[in-house]
T-cell receptor, first 114, second 114 residues
Framework: KQEVTQIPAALSVPEGENLVLNCSFT??????LQWFRQDPGKGLTSLLL?????REQTSGRLNASLDKSSGRSTLYIAASQPGDSATYLC?????????????FGTGTKLQVIP | DTEVTQTPKHLVMGMTNKKSLKCEQH?????MYWYKQKAKKPPELMFV???????INESVPSRFSPECPNSSLLNLHLHALQPEDSALYLC?????????????FGPGTRLLVL
């Protein structure tokens, strides 16, 4: 059974810092690894999706990497802003079962202090 | 259009009420999902409709009843709920986009059972 862990559970940084969020998974047979942002009481906003054959994806100040051999993905946020404050979830989708078997991490709650 | 819409945004109901949550997508996706998310927890899959075929998470109580009238619509009928069913209910759909399978989430319905 896939297990997805995110460390740290919470993170507080001053505005302008570069930061890294970590996601670990136990089963490397994944179809993709997705990073989401969730604001309090709101739905999930997809940030970046890395296919199994890819090593990284970039969007603006965000960069996500994937290392299946070590079972890790990282989300790098450059020049953090107060608007980045949210909970960040990673999710691993397996080849077998697809999105019916997606496993979410428990999230990292990020606070960027002005 | 990569949008999944959900109504209502908020719902308060008593334990004897019957209500329905609605979800809609017009991306031509043939798989739609209901998730339940409690505070500070990751989303948990409740139901999946894939090509109008229902898959059930057997731990979901029968007071939750999904319905898929057509490939664009997904309902969740609620009856005789308990206070512990209070949560954020997320709808999602998945399908091929730019050559890869992608899942999109709606904004959620925040449910409070009194």
């Amino acid at each position: 059974k896939q297990e997805v862990t995110q460390i740290p559970a919470a993170l507080s940084v001053p505005e302008g810092e570069n930061l890294v969020l970590n996601c670990s998974f136990t089963d490397s047979a994944i179809y993709n690894l997705q990073w989401f942002r969730q604001d309090p009481g709101k739905g999930l906003t997809s940030l970046l999706l890395i296919q199994s054959s890819q090593r990284e994806q970039t969007s603006g100040r965000l960069n996500a990497s994937l290392d299946k051999s070590s079972g890790r993905s990282t989300l790098y946020i450059a020049a953090s802003q107060p608007g980045d404050s949210a909970t960040y979830l990673c999710a691993a989708t397996p080849f077998s079962g697809g999105y019916q078997k997606v496993t979410f991490g428990t999230g990292t709650k990020l606070q960027v202090i002005p | 259009d990569t949008e999944v819409t959900q109504t209502p945004k908020h719902l308060v109901m008593g334990m004897t009420n019957k209500k329905s949550l609605k979800c809609e997508q017009h991306m031509g996706h043939r798989a739609m999902y209901w998730y339940k998310q409690k505070a500070k927890k990751p989303p948990e899959l409740m139901f999946v409709y894939s090509y109008e075929k229902l898959s059930i998470n057997e731990s979901v109580p029968s007071r939750f009843s999904p319905e898929c009238p057509n490939s664009s619509l997904l309902n969740l009928h609620l009856h005789a709920l308990q206070p512990e069913d209070s949560a954020l209910y997320l709808c999602a759909s998945s399908g091929r986009s730019e050559g890869r399978e992608t899942q999109y989430f709606g904004p959620g319905t925040r449910l409070l059972v009194l």
